[in-house]
């Protein structure tokens, strides 16, 4: 089901065509390494500084608390956590939960936040070293779009192979000539990128049954 779960995420009004000029063969390589200099390094190279501030993630999760039916008992996965972020602000709402997280950045995972840093490890979401039917619900957000088209599509269905049913997903995309020329103008590292209904049919060619919305500069 197409739901905007992120409607509370704080939104960041961005210069595309600045970002576009500044997007050399280069940067984009650095890009996706996705090591220091995409999380901390130069704001051409990704984030420009990644670091935890309560106001991104607190807002979004009593929204999937509520979709999703998440407590205490639940078990939750998030397939490119980065440094934790999601995870410790899951932890503190909903205390008791189960968050485990992955991400194919060494960096990222080197430099967790401390309290959840147990909980992540290094890996790709091509093959999450997970059994079947693991968790109550699946994140990725701006994640599984960063694969070339065959490996997201098994991405997703890694993603339904370790959840109960329960998934969401954000993927770059566009709906309109407008909104494409400004993906491309913005977009750093993915390596799929659809018009939504391309999406939506991918997502059906692949079995991926979960919920998901756009990412769209």
């Not at 984030?47 to 078990?75: H, K, M, T």
């Not at 079947?132 to 619900?137: I, R, T």
Request: proline content about 4%; glycine content about 8%.
């Amino acid at each position: 089901m197409e739901i905007d779960l992120l409607r509370n995420y704080p939104k960041t009004k961005r210069n595309t065509q600045a970002r576009s000029e500044e997007k050399t063969p280069e940067v984009r390589a650095i890009a996706r390494q996705f090591g220091a200099e995409f999380f901390d390094g130069d704001r051409q190279y990704g984030y420009g500084g990644f670091s935890y501030n309560a106001r991104f993630w607190q807002p979004v999760i009593p929204d999937l608390q509520a979709q999703y039916g998440l407590s205490a008992e639940s078990a939750v996965l998030d397939v490119g956590c980065a440094k934790g972020f999601f995870l410790y602000d899951l932890e503190q709402i909903i205390p008791g939960i189960t968050g485990k997280g992955i991400d194919i950045s060494d960096y990222a995972i080197a430099n967790a936040k401390p309290e959840v840093a147990a909980n992540m490890q290094v890996g790709c979401a091509t093959d999450l070293p997970f059994d079947d039917d693991s968790f109550d619900l699946v994140m990725s957000v701006n994640t599984v779009h960063n694969l070339e088209r065959e490996a997201c599509g098994k991405a997703l269905q890694e993603i339904m192979r370790v959840s109960r049913g329960n998934a969401f997903i954000t993927v770059d995309a566009y709906r309109n000539a407008e909104e494409e020329a400004r993906m491309y103008e913005w977009n750093l590292t993915a390596k799929t990128i659809m018009h939504v209904d391309e999406w939506k049919a991918f997502f059906n060619e692949v079995g991926y049954t979960g919920d998901y919305f756009w990412f769209i500069p």
